[in-house]
């Protein structure tokens, strides 16, 4: 199974926390040792009103200009298409009909997701999502960074800080992600040398960094790559014919699963968004 580049730290699990619900009992919390969240003290005289939304910890930049382009985004009552909008420090701005602020302080969260959780901030029908698996006592308002389906599990970062969500999620930054494949037959060597040099699918090429067996196992993959194109990993392996059992992601952006089992979370140590912070720089 391909390695993970070695510039991910040593994390360590704290007390569990308390559960939100009782269905939720099987799924206790962790959290690791954690700096205070980092404050944001931006001022928003002038700010895009993108940025301004992102920074209310609703989505990304670049989700919040769709908002806005949409007009789901008003300043003052009125509809404002405009992204690049300047916003005024008296402006007042709603989303969705709701009054929104820029978070006081910026949070990230680090999960092990389990199957059958949505990887949204909320779902119109009514299933279990990602954020049922958190603590209340978060009170900041955080979204999934990127999104796993809802069988895949695995690491999983979530955060109100709409500006490294961006950039995390941009293409040109390559962020490396390593995922644990189950497949239901052995994988033959020539259909992973297809994979290591990329598959041509209907949405274009699939580049991958790295592919091999997991300790000599047929039917288990380790596959490395920075593109996150939507069910990526699986479409790779059904164009050859080959069914997903498992999917697992187990290292994102020099983050590792250590100590952090299934269905549990922790907060980012402050080491930790430094280093988020320098791959994007």
């Known amino acids: 199974m391909p390695k993970p580049p070695n510039n991910n730290r040593k994390t360590r699990q704290g007390p569990k926390r308390n559960p939100r619900s009782k269905r939720q009992q099987s799924f206790s919390k962790a959290r690791g040792k954690a700096a205070q969240p980092l404050r944001n003290t931006q001022e928003v005289e002038g700010m895009r009103l993108n940025k301004y939304v992102a920074h209310c910890g609703i989505c990304s930049r670049r989700q919040a200009a769709e908002y806005v382009k949409e007009g789901q985004v008003t300043v003052n009552g009125e509809k404002v298409a405009e992204p690049g909008y300047q916003v005024k420090e008296d402006d ?8 929104i602020r820029p ?23 009514g299933r279990r999502t990602v954020l049922d698996l958190l603590d209340s006592t978060i009170e900041e308002r955080i979204f999934p960074v990127g999104r796993l389906d809802r069988a895949t599990t695995g690491l999983l970062l979530l955060t109100n800080d709409g500006e490294l969500a961006d ?7 390559k ?3 390593l995922y644990h494949v189950v497949l239901d037959k052995p994988v033959a060597p020539l259909d992973l040398d ?3 040099n990329g598959l041509e699918l209907e949405d274009g090429k699939a580049p991958v960094d790295a592919a091999d067996y997991v300790q000599g196992k047929k039917n ?15 479409r790779i392996f059904e164009h ?8 697992d992601r187990v290292y994102y952006a020099g983050l590792t699963k250590k100590d952090l089992p299934r269905g549990r979370w922790r907060y980012l140590e402050e080491q930790e968004v430094i280093m988020l912070k320098h791959f994007t720089h």
């Open 175 to 177: 962020v490396n992600k």
């Open 194 to 196: 297809k994979i290591r």
């Open 220 to 234: 288990e993959i380790g596959i490395e790559l920075h593109i996150g194109r939507n069910r990526i990993v699986r």
């Open 167 to 173: 950039k995390l999620a941009h293409p040109s930054n």
């Open 92 to 99: 007042k701005i709603a989303f969705r009909g709701k009054l």
């Open 240 to 247: 050859l014919g080959y069914q997903v059992v498992r999917l």
């Open 103 to 125: 978070e006081k302080r910026l949070v990230y969260v680090l999960l092990n997701k389990p199957k059958d959780y949505i990887t949204t901030v909320k779902d119109e029908r």
